[in-house]
């Protein structure tokens, strides 16, 4: 290893942190703002660093905050991959674990950060742009991740509109959640919903 490569290493890892400090800001302060308070500046603060260093990064408003939101996505699409062994075996109890798991994925400073840039994203065209493609990628993973650990064989009738109604059925919880606790309701809508889709899952005969 040359001097130079070997000066470069601790450059690159303080500017890895540096990137991730800013994603981890801008996540924040998504939640606790909303789009009109959280401007570069606002971020930079938090995150310890200078404007001059979040503009070297992400060199638009809208890059900061589409990367930060996919940054997010991105690592809770791997902790629900990584708590796939952790899934009691095939039958309702781990139908049931399924949907609590995808349900997470909808709850929380994630979600409400996206929140607030699909509502600016509706007003503002060129955040709409990576917003509609950065939803589609989550919404494709979460779709695949749900088929494989419930083991859906989605050739069977009504698998798959079952599967995708179950994260359409996590958004909305995760609507109803951001103004007051709803775990209590939430938990005796997963355990009901879970029947449901277990039932589906075991085609034409399951409810014979």
Do not use: K
Request: a neutral charge; proline letters at 4%.
């Amino acid at each position: 290893m040359t001097s130079h490569t070997a000066a470069r290493a601790p450059q690159q890892s303080r500017s890895r942190a540096t990137r991730r400090r800013l994603l981890e800001a801008a996540v924040e302060c998504l939640a606790e703002l909303g789009w009109q308070g959280s401007t570069v500046a606002v971020v930079a603060e938090r995150a310890g660093v200078t404007r001059g260093a979040a503009q070297h990064h992400f060199p638009t408003r809208e890059d900061l905050f589409t990367a930060a939101v996919e940054h997010v996505a991105a690592e809770r699409l791997a902790a629900v991959q990584a708590a796939a062994g952790e899934l009691p075996p095939a039958g309702p109890a781990r139908t049931e674990a399924v949907v609590g798991l995808i349900v997470r994925l909808y709850t929380g400073q994630l979600f409400r950060a996206a929140l607030h840039l699909w509502v600016a994203a509706a007003t503002e065209a060129p955040l709409r742009e990576r917003i509609v493609a950065l939803e589609n990628h989550v919404g494709r993973e979460s779709h695949r991740a749900a088929v494989e650990f419930l083991g859906a064989d989605e050739r069977t009738p009504g698998v798959r509109e079952t599967v995708q109604a179950t994260l359409d059925m996590a958004r909305g919880l995760g609507l109803a959640n951001l103004l007051t606790d709803d775990s209590a309701r939430r938990a005796h809508v997963i355990r009901q919903w879970a029947r449901v889709l277990d039932s589906t899952l075991g085609g034409p005969e399951a409810g014979l």
